[in-house]
T-cell receptor, first 110, second 111 residues
């Protein structure tokens, strides 16, 4: 069966520090992968999606970037975090009409 | 771009029926999904409607009218564990099939 792993679960980082969040999928090949951000009490904002290795599409201009170095690995990064980068970050992969989400990373920038 | 509207909050009592509406504006529409999210957790898939009409899955049903750009999620025989946020999401075309989510409806089920 397919599973999606996302880590870390929580993260507290100072303003101006770098960020790296990792997501891996098991049990499938060439998945469509997505990064979403959710502000407290709000909906999910699509940040990036990828249809294959090295293929990244950005939905929202921001302080973040994404990379897909391997087929089942999707990384969200920032060189310098801003206070506004705080939120709940969710990785997802999609099969057919269903998206499966990782357990998320709660990022607090202080 | 895409936009979705759904109520921010709904409250109902245990055993009741509640309907959460969703209206959307989008291009390249494939279908409408519903996801449930408990506090602090990940969203989980509930239903997907590609065609007009009602889809039933246990206590939950979902409806779509493509001509009205409207759908709803119907929850019957409400239970306390149904207290959660419910998101509608439009499935649209692009270089990858994308899910664009609404802002969510917080459902509170009272005893």
């Amino acid at each position: 069966s397919q599973t999606i792993h996302q880590w870390p679960a929580t993260l507290v980082q100072p303003v101006g520090s770098p960020l790296s969040l990792e997501c891996t999928v098991e049990g499938t090949s060439n998945p469509n992968l997505y990064w979403y951000r959710q502000a407290a009490g709000r909906g999910l904002q699509l940040l990036f999606y990828s249809v294959g290795i090295g293929q990244i599409s950005s939905e929202v201009p921001q302080n973040l970037s994404a990379s897909r170095p391997q087929d089942r690995q999707f990384i969200l990064s920032s060189k310098k975090l801003l206070l506004s980068d705080s939120g709940f970050y969710l990785c997802a992969w999609r099969t057919g009409t269903v998206a499966f989400f990782g357990q998320g990373t709660r990022l607090t920038v202080v | 771009g895409q936009s979705l509207e759904q109520p921010s909050e709904v409250t109902a009592v245990e055993g009741a029926i509640v309907q959460i509406n969703c209206t959307y504006q989008t291009s390249g529409f494939y279908g409408l999904s519903w996801y449930q999210q408990h506090d602090g957790g990940a969203p989980t898939f509930l239903s997907y409607n590609a065609l007009d009409g009602l889809e039933e899955t246990g206590r939950f049903s979902s409806f779509l009218s493509r001509s009205d750009s409207y759908g709803y999620l119907l929850l019957q025989e409400l239970q306390m564990k149904d207290s959660a946020s419910y998101f509608c999401a439009v499935d649209t075309s692009g270089s990858a099939r994308q899910l664009t989510f609404g802002s969510g409806t917080q459902l509170t089920v009272l005893p």
